[in-house]
């Protein structure tokens, strides 16, 4: 028995190492093709990237990136945490909150302090927690301070009470639901229903110019990619094998001695800023920050998308999420009126027929490649 655990582990080690291969390939090419296509190309040309589909696979990359967010914590360490969207709302509305008082005189109002929406709603001071956010490095600094201090406290409340199971998913679901009640609030100060909008530039760049489009584009790839390498070296350090031993068995993990609730509330930070991330350089691609991102369907749907790519790979994660959201995107303009069904079919098709996600199926087609030559040798 022991004999065939080298060749087990090999094996997956050889379908890991091929997904991430493929996935930092593809980033880096993205990175290159899609600015060449977009300035270089011209607009008259088949090849030609528009700004809307730059903007558009910008906004996929934000996806993948709040996807792996949630792998990190449900697929190493075994949390399903229905409440992911949130971090990725407030990171938004930090990035959003900046936006907006770049605006100044530019606005509809023109009050050089106030945003619009504040004026139309007659209040006569900014409040206390917009103080500051005129300052770039300020506002990324809140953008991760506060998703990760929700998620410490959050995380040190609950994991000390050792709530587990669906018990966990559905406090974390009220929490994205209770956030979602007060951000609709005129009173909280976040433009209510209509969010925050109307973005002029950022630190001194158009946001509607092509080339700020492009760059943007790229920085959101490359932070993808350092926040995949750095997941990666994570879970395959020691921290990540001791995350792996109490997510397999966490009674096991704490009689050897080992603090896991230390551990479980360091990773839940850890994959809250990375939401708190995606949610930052979501607000400028896409244009507008505004309630609707705390919905808790929204965190369901990124859980569907770790477990159609493959959660406990990290490159599953982001392959899902542009997988299902580039068929969002095709079903909604082909079948407007049956795009849910064809995207809940996709989900039970993979449910049942690929348990494992696309990433177990590379994973057993790479044991299968592996396993042939020794089966010949053999005979």
């Given at each position: 028995?022991?004999?065939?655990?080298?060749?087990?582990?090999?094996?997956a080690?050889?379908?890991?190492?091929?997904?991430s291969?493929?996935?930092?390939?593809?980033?880096?090419?993205?990175?290159?093709?899609?600015?060449?296509?977009?300035?270089?190309?011209?607009?008259?040309?088949?090849?030609?990237?528009?700004?809307?589909?730059?903007?558009?696979?910008?906004?996929?990359?934000?996806?993948a990136?709040?996807?792996?967010?949630?792998?990190?914590?449900?697929?190493?360490?075994?949390?399903?945490?229905?409440?992911?969207?949130?971090?990725?709302?407030?990171?938004?509305?930090?990035?959003?909150?900046?936006?907006?008082?770049?605006?100044?005189?530019?606005?509809?109002?023109?009050?050089?302090?106030?945003?619009?929406?504040?004026?139309?709603?007659?209040?006569?001071?900014?409040?206390?927690?917009?103080?500051?956010?005129?300052?770039?490095?300020?506002?990324?600094?809140?953008?991760?301070?506060?998703?990760?201090?929700?998620?410490?406290?959050?995380?040190?409340?609950?994991?000390?009470?050792?709530?587990?199971?669906v018990?966990?998913?559905?406090?974390?679901?009220?929490?994205?639901?209770?956030?979602?009640?007060?951000?609709?609030?005129?009173?909280?100060?976040?433009?209510?229903?209509?969010?925050?909008?109307?973005?002029?530039?950022?630190?001194?760049?158009?946001?509607?110019?092509?080339?700020?489009?492009?760059?943007?584009?790229?920085?959101?790839?490359?932070?993808?990619?350092?926040?995949?390498?750095?997941?990666?070296?994570?879970?395959?350090?020691?921290?990540?094998?001791?995350?792996?031993?109490?997510?397999?068995?966490?009674?096991?993990a704490?009689?050897?001695?080992?603090?896991?609730?230390?551990?479980?509330?360091?990773?839940?930070?850890?994959?809250?800023?990375?939401?708190?991330?995606?949610g930052?350089?979501?607000?400028?691609?896409?244009?507008?920050?505004?309630?609707?991102?705390?919905?808790?369907?929204?965190?369901?749907?990124?859980?569907?998308?770790?477990?159609?790519?493959?959660?406990?790979?990290?490159?599953?994660?982001?392959?899902?999420?542009?997988?299902?959201?580039?068929?969002?995107?095709?079903?909604?303009?082909?079948?407007?009126?049956?795009?849910?069904?064809?995207?809940?079919?996709?989900?039970?098709?993979?449910?049942?027929?690929l348990?494992?996600g696309l990433?177990?199926?590379?994973?057993?087609?790479?044991?299968?490649?592996?396993?042939?030559?020794?089966?010949?040798?053999?005979?």
């Open positions: 028995m022991s004999s065939m655990t080298p060749p087990t582990l090999m094996n080690l050889r379908g890991n190492s091929a997904g291969a493929g996935l930092i390939v593809t980033l880096l090419l993205l990175c290159l093709l899609v600015p060449l296509l977009n300035l270089a190309v011209p607009e008259g040309s088949a090849l030609h990237a528009s700004t809307y589909t730059v903007t558009l696979l910008g906004k996929y990359l934000c996806y990136l709040l996807a792996l967010s949630v792998d990190v914590i449900w697929g190493y360490c075994g949390i399903l945490s229905l409440g992911h969207g949130a971090f990725f709302a407030i990171g938004g509305y930090a990035m959003g909150m900046y936006l907006m008082r770049q605006i100044g005189t530019r606005g509809v109002y023109a009050n050089p302090l106030l945003p619009d929406f504040m004026v139309f709603l007659n209040w006569d001071h900014l409040p206390w927690y917009w103080h500051g956010m005129n300052h770039f490095w300020f506002a990324m600094l809140m953008a991760l301070l506060v998703p990760g201090l929700l998620a410490f406290v959050f995380g040190w409340l609950a994991f000390r009470s050792r709530v587990t199971g018990y966990l998913s559905i406090i974390t679901q009220a929490l994205t639901y209770a956030l979602m009640l007060a951000f609709f609030r005129n009173e909280m100060g976040f433009g209510g229903n209509n969010g925050l909008t109307d973005y002029k530039d950022l630190l001194g760049f158009d946001l509607h110019h092509d080339a700020t489009r492009v760059v943007l584009f790229i920085l959101t790839a490359l932070l993808l990619l350092a926040a995949y390498l750095a997941s990666q070296f994570i879970m395959r350090s020691r921290m990540g094998r001791v995350i792996l031993a109490i997510r397999d068995g966490e009674a096991r704490r009689f050897l001695g080992y603090r896991t609730f230390d551990y479980k509330v360091w990773l839940f930070v850890y994959s809250a800023v990375l939401a708190a991330l995606a930052i350089m979501y607000v400028p691609q896409v244009g507008i920050i505004n309630p609707g991102e705390f919905a808790p369907i929204n965190s369901i749907e990124v859980v569907v998308w770790v477990a159609v790519g493959g959660r406990n790979t990290l490159y599953g994660a982001v392959a899902g999420a542009l997988l299902v959201n580039y068929a969002k995107t095709r079903f909604t303009a082909l079948l407007p009126d049956s795009w849910l069904y064809l995207l809940g079919a996709l989900f039970v098709v993979v449910t049942l027929f348990p494992k990433a177990g199926l590379l994973q057993r087609k790479a044991a299968a490649a592996a396993s042939t030559p020794a089966t010949g040798g053999t005979a």
